[in-house]
Every structure is written in C-alpha cells, then in structure tokens.
C-alpha cells in the first residue's frame, strides 16, 4: 500500500498560469480531502470529495479555485490564473468509508508562484 | 464554529526532559482527535488516533489523552530526543456529514542535545 500519493512534489509557475495537483489516495479510501498550508500559518480545509461528487467546499474560494475527484484517476486540485498569493503547501488526505478511522495525508505539492 | 488552540506555540527544551504539549477545542461533538508532526517542509505523520469514546491511546514514548467534556487533549513525550524536534498538530475530526478535520495552529518543539 503506498499511501497517498501527491504530484508533483514541487510545481512553480509564473502568474495567471494555470496549476495542476494531482491527488491518487490509499487504496480501499473513498474520501478524499483538500488543504492548504499558507507559510508559517496551520492547515484550513479546502474541500471533501468522494468519487464524482463533491461533498463540501466550503474552504475553497470562489474563484478560480475547482476540484474533482473522478470515477477513474486521481483527485485533481486546480487553479487557474494563479496569483502570489496561491504559493503554498497543498495537501491531500484520504480516509476510508467511516468516522472511526484517522486521515492519511500525502507528503503535499509546493506551489510557488513567481 | 469549532476552533482548536495549542499551547504553548514554541517550546525548546535540553534532550531527556519529558514534556507535555497541550490541545482545546470549543465543541465537544467530535468523532475523534489526531495528533500529528510535521517536520519542516514535509507532510504530515500521523502519531496517534484517540476516538471520542476513548480516554488515551499509547505509542512507544507518546501518550495523548482526551477529556471530550472539558475539550482538551494531552500529547506527552517521556525521554525526549534531538530527533522530536518538530511542530506537533492536533486536529478534531467534526461530528458532522462532512467528516472535516480541524486543526489547531500547531507546538513547534526544539529538543537541544
């Protein structure tokens, strides 16, 4: 079991492009979670999806900011038209089907935008 | 609106010193509570896992307790080492339909040699 896979590890990319993370969770999980880690700050939940559906997003804002998680592939966290601002650690984490059970997280995506 | 609080937010402490690093949460209604560390520029280990019902839960050095009712938990660490240097999270896993973890800003812990 591999745990929850993040890519890339690291991702720069210049203002008003376009950042593609990537988001493959521990096998036998069916919820996949979204946060974000801003410098020197704790973790704020973006968002919760499970297969196709998004479940709450009440983290993500408004704005260029979208989910999905589909019925084959990884979970995909995407944001169009980064800004500063966006420059972060965004982390995946997986849990399976009930409450009694911990999240896994994955080792997360470094965003810097130059 | 639940909100997790760590405290103390740094601590330094010389290696052998067992210590105590403290975590309150506002709403009782939680599934459980997950106590994780995180070195610099990683991801996130997790320690421990105490469910709602449960008082503490032990691992190797780690101990974390849990008062549901009076929202606080404990992460102890006996015979500290160089090598627990980092910042320790908990996060309360919301007794709603969204299954939201919430995490406290963090104790980042220095042990010295």
């Known amino acids: 079991n591999a745990g929850v896979m993040q890519n890339p590890r690291h991702l720069v990319r210049r203002r008003g492009q376009e950042a593609r993370l990537r988001c493959s969770p521990m096998?036998?999980?069916?919820?996949v979670y979204w946060y974000r880690q801003l410098p020197e700050e704790g973790l704020k939940f973006m968002v919760y999806?499970?297969?196709?559906?998004?479940?709450?997003e009440s983290g993500m804002p408004k704005e260029r900011f979208s989910a999905e998680f589909p019925k084959e592939g990884p979970s995909i966290l995407r944001i169009q038209q980064v800004v500063r601002g966006d420059s972060a650690a965004y982390f995946c984490a997986s849990s399976p089907r009930t409450e009694n059970y911990g999240y896994t997280f994955g080792s997360g995506t470094r965003l810097t935008v130059v | 609106k639940q909100e997790v609080t760590q405290i103390p937010a740094a601590l330094s402490v010389p290696e052998g010193e067992n210590l105590v690093l403290n975590c309150s949460f506002t709403d009782s209604a939680i599934y459980n509570l997950q106590w994780f560390r995180q070195d610099p520029g990683k991801g996130l280990t997790s320690l421990l896992l105490i469910q709602s019902s449960q008082r503490e839960q032990t691992s190797g050095r780690l101990n974390a307790s849990l008062d549901k009712s009076s929202g606080r938990s404990t992460l102890y660490i006996a015979a500290s080492q160089p090598g627990d240097s980092a910042t320790y999270l908990c996060?309360?896993?919301?007794?709603?339909?969204?299954?939201?973890?919430?995490f406290g800003s963090g104790t980042r812990l220095l042990v010295r040699p």
């Open positions: 996060a309360v896993l919301l007794m709603d339909s969204s299954y939201k973890l919430i």
């Open positions: 999806l499970q297969k196709e559906n998004i479940i709450d």
């Open positions: 096998k036998g999980h069916s919820h």
